[in-house]
């Protein structure tokens, strides 16, 4: 069993700058692929960016590339987050999830756990 818990959300003038965290319990998630997703009312789940289970291979949604940057600490049990040049479409809940192995990481139904959540409010 592995329990995330999200951080790092909150109000921002868009061209700034947020830093997402993701703390997890349990041994599964050093070992496997992470992501963060995010979600606004009324809409699916959006995969945002993912990352191998060693950090070596990113993958990102077309919509961020060159402004965020995801990361991990695997000694700290830590998924982040860093988001650049924030845009008002930017605004939604923000989740992290730990996926199955052997799936592709960009679908949200491949992820086993979720953390609950952190809003990204991007002002214009």
């Known amino acids: 069993q592995v329990q995330l818990v999200e951080s790092g959300g909150g109000l921002v003038q868009a061209g700034g700058s947020l830093k997402l965290s993701c703390t997890a319990s349990?041994?599964?998630?050093?070992?496997?692929?992470l992501g963060w997703f995010r979600q606004t009312s009324g809409k699916e789940r959006e995969f945002v960016a993912a990352?191998?289970?060693?950090?070596?291979?990113?993958t990102y949604a077309d919509s961020v590339e060159d402004r965020f940057t995801i990361s991990r600490d695997n000694a700290k049990n830590t998924l982040y987050l860093q988001m650049n040049n924030l845009k008002p479409e930017d605004s939604a809940v923000y989740y992290c999830?730990?996926?199955?192995?052997?799936?592709?990481?960009?679908?949200?139904?491949?992820?086993?756990?979720w953390g609950q959540g952190t809003q990204v409010t991007v002002s214009s």
């Open positions: 999830g730990v996926a199955r192995a052997g799936t592709s990481t960009r679908r949200a139904q491949n992820y086993d756990y």
């Open positions: 349990g041994r599964t998630f050093s070992v496997s692929a």
């Open positions: 990352i191998s289970w060693n950090g070596a291979v990113t």
